[in-house]
């Protein structure tokens, strides 16, 4: 081989080599460019929809106002207010109210104690007294509460509150685990934080809904589709998900509310 046959090919790896280190730089360059804008659109829908909680929170007094012959008490968080939702009535909460209606042709008041933000603690020390100052039982009690307790994780704590709160429940409260993170390491806490809470709702005899599973297995798809910009909350077609993770426990005790009516 000779000196001028080495250098050509010299030449050409060493193009290679430059021309993949480029292609890399490029990617990381595009990668780092795709998370700012992410985290932009991620603030700046933070902003947004913590312009309508006061919007919500005032839709479900307004509604809880109103008599009907079915109570339906939803313990939680900004989840049951619906933030994120292109309206509060398509949060969770109000696609299960809407479904009782529809299923009985009965008036049904939605009593919305949830608190955006809200952790395990505020269920116990703001919407626990909320149901009591009621002053009537729920014939439909769910509770869904728990997601804002993970970015400051204390399994103790969690476990404490969690059952601090079943143990005032009436026994009948349909009780959701926490929603899939799907990334770590929120999901790993996820993980940890609903097996303490069925254990307490084991012990406490509550059923149990496996709001989870459900989410957990949209995958990719899900997050792409069901999330609202902030990519926390979901959005209208994750709530429609979330109800129906509801839907057959919420059905099992409204058959038993009927046949006392009746």
Same mark, same amino acid.
């Given at each position: 081989?000779?000196?001028?046959?080495?250098?050509?090919?010299?030449?050409?790896?060493?193009?290679?080599?430059?021309?993949?280190?480029?292609?890399?730089?490029?990617?990381?360059?595009?990668?780092? +460019?795709? &998370?700012?804008?992410? @985290?932009?659109?991620?603030?700046?829908?933070?902003?947004?929809?913590?312009?309508?909680?006061?919007?919500?929170?005032?839709?479900?007094?307004? $509604?809880?106002?109103?008599?009907?012959?079915?109570?339906?008490?939803?313990?939680?968080?900004? /989840?049951?207010?619906?933030?994120?939702?292109?309206?509060?009535? #398509?949060?969770?909460?109000?696609?299960?109210?809407?479904?009782? =209606?529809?299923?009985?042709?009965?008036?049904? @008041?939605?009593?919305?104690?949830?608190?955006?933000?809200?952790?395990? @603690?505020? /269920?116990?020390?703001?919407?626990?007294? $909320?149901?009591? *100052? $009621?002053?009537?039982?729920?014939?439909?009690?769910?509770?869904?509460?728990?997601?804002?307790?993970? *970015?400051?994780?204390?399994?103790?704590?969690?476990?404490?509150?969690?059952?601090?709160?079943?143990?005032? +429940?009436?026994?009948?409260?349909?009780? /959701?685990?926490?929603?899939?993170?799907?990334?770590?390491?929120?999901?790993?806490?996820? $993980? &940890?934080?609903?097996?303490?809470?069925?254990?307490?709702?084991?012990?406490?005899?509550?059923?149990?809904?496996?709001?989870?599973?459900?989410?957990?297995?949209?995958?990719?798809?899900?997050?792409?589709?069901?999330? /609202?910009?902030?990519?926390? #909350?979901?959005?209208?077609?994750?709530?429609?998900?979330?109800? @129906?993770?509801?839907?057959?426990?919420?059905?099992? =005790?409204?058959?038993?509310? +009927?046949?006392?009516?009746?």
């Amino acid at each position: 081989m000779t000196s001028s046959t080495r250098k050509r090919r010299g030449g050409r790896a060493g193009a290679r080599v430059v021309g993949a280190a480029i292609g890399v730089i490029g990617s990381f360059v595009t990668v780092a +460019l795709w &998370v700012a804008w992410l @985290r932009g659109r991620r603030e700046h829908w933070r902003g947004t929809l913590s312009g309508s909680i006061p919007v919500n929170s005032a839709y479900w007094r307004e $509604l809880g106002s109103k008599p009907g012959e079915i109570l339906y008490v939803a313990i939680g968080d900004s /989840a049951a207010q619906g933030i994120g939702a292109s309206r509060p009535a #398509h949060s969770y909460v109000g696609f299960l109210a809407r479904e009782l =209606r529809n299923r009985t042709s009965r008036a049904v @008041r939605v009593a919305n104690l949830s608190v955006s933000g809200g952790t395990v @603690r505020t /269920a116990i020390d703001i919407e626990l007294p $909320l149901l009591t *100052a $009621l002053g009537a039982q729920p014939d439909i009690l769910t509770v869904c509460i728990g997601a804002n307790d993970i *970015a400051d994780f204390d399994a103790e704590r969690f476990d404490s509150d969690i059952r601090e709160l079943f143990a005032a +429940l009436p026994p009948h409260a349909i009780v /959701a685990d926490l929603p899939s993170f799907y990334f770590l390491p929120g999901e790993k806490k996820v $993980l &940890v934080a609903n097996r303490l809470l069925r254990a307490a709702a084991a012990d406490f005899g509550l059923e149990v809904v496996g709001l989870h599973a459900i989410t957990k297995r949209q995958g990719l798809w899900g997050v792409s589709t069901q999330f /609202a910009g902030d990519l926390f #909350h979901p959005n209208d077609r994750g709530y429609a998900l979330w109800a @129906r993770a509801f839907t057959p426990a919420v059905d099992r =005790r409204l058959g038993e509310v +009927l046949a006392q009516l009746d």
